[in-house]
């Protein structure tokens, strides 16, 4: 047989193969068209006057998550991230989880007054009736005070609507607020973040009564390290969702 003659022999054959699905490398899947899918923009405004937010983890789920209760004692991701800014195990705790959708971490902090850069999520169509977004971030200037939402509903929303949410502040109840300088991290202090030892006489999640401070003589903290400016009041961040696709 002529090498011309093998070589037509071989494609015949591989056109066989492919048209009876006895090659899986020429099988073709394809990607998910628009219309399966949602697009959300999502932008976080830092509502304090001296207190950064860290990189804040944003997630969409089903309804049945959270990644805290209220009134109930904080898991070991949420610890960290209140404590440290470190939101990496909070976004596994959500990916874990089976209500998980999609989630997404700002590149950097949120600064004080500022609103972050854009972050985009997907949804697929079939999840829009049960959509649920949940925003954490750490307040840097505390022990362990957190913001965000906490599986707010929006479900529902059509292209081109907005929703817009105000974060409490919320107390993890993982560490004391003793606002010593050594306990605090962030720019202005550059203290311990995270530390496994939980020593807060309430350990569970509760709204935060703001920091004390050293502002004033008759009614601050002696120790604290804080000033006025350190101070915030509920709510200490906004959210607002955008439906763009």
Not at 21 to 46: K, L, Y
Not at 127 to 149: E, K, P, Q
């Amino acid at each position: 047989m002529s090498k011309s003659i093998k070589v037509g022999a071989a494609l015949l054959a591989s056109a066989v193969l492919t048209a009876c699905g006895g090659s899986s490398s020429s099988t073709v899947i394809d990607p998910p068209t628009s219309a399966e899918n949602a697009q959300f923009d999502i932008r976080v405004t830092n509502l304090t006057n001296a207190q950064p937010l860290s990189p804040v983890a944003i997630m969409m789920h089903r309804s049945g998550f959270h990644s805290f209760v209220d009134g109930e004692a904080a898991s070991l991701a949420l610890e960290t991230l209140a404590e440290g800014g470190n939101n990496a195990d909070v976004l596994g705790e959500a990916e874990a989880a089976v209500q998980y959708i999609s989630s997404v971490s700002t590149d950097g902090p949120v600064g004080p007054r500022a609103i972050s850069p854009v972050a985009t999520l997907t949804a697929p169509v079939a999840d829009l009736a049960d959509l649920r977004l949940s925003v954490i971030s750490m307040l840097v200037h505390t022990n362990d005070a957190f913001t965000g939402t906490n599986a707010v509903d929006i479900s529902n929303m059509a292209v081109g609507a907005s929703m817009t949410f105000t974060g409490p502040t919320w107390d993890s109840g993982t560490e004391a607020n003793s606002e010593t300088a050594a306990s605090i991290p962030g720019p202005d202090f550059s203290g311990e973040g995270f530390n496994a030892a939980r020593d807060d006489i309430i350990d569970r999640v509760r709204f935060h009564q703001s920091v004390v401070t050293n502002a004033s003589e008759e009614f601050g903290l002696a120790t604290s390290s804080l000033e006025e400016r350190h101070r915030f009041l509920n709510p200490s961040s906004r959210i607002v969702v955008t439906r763009v696709q």
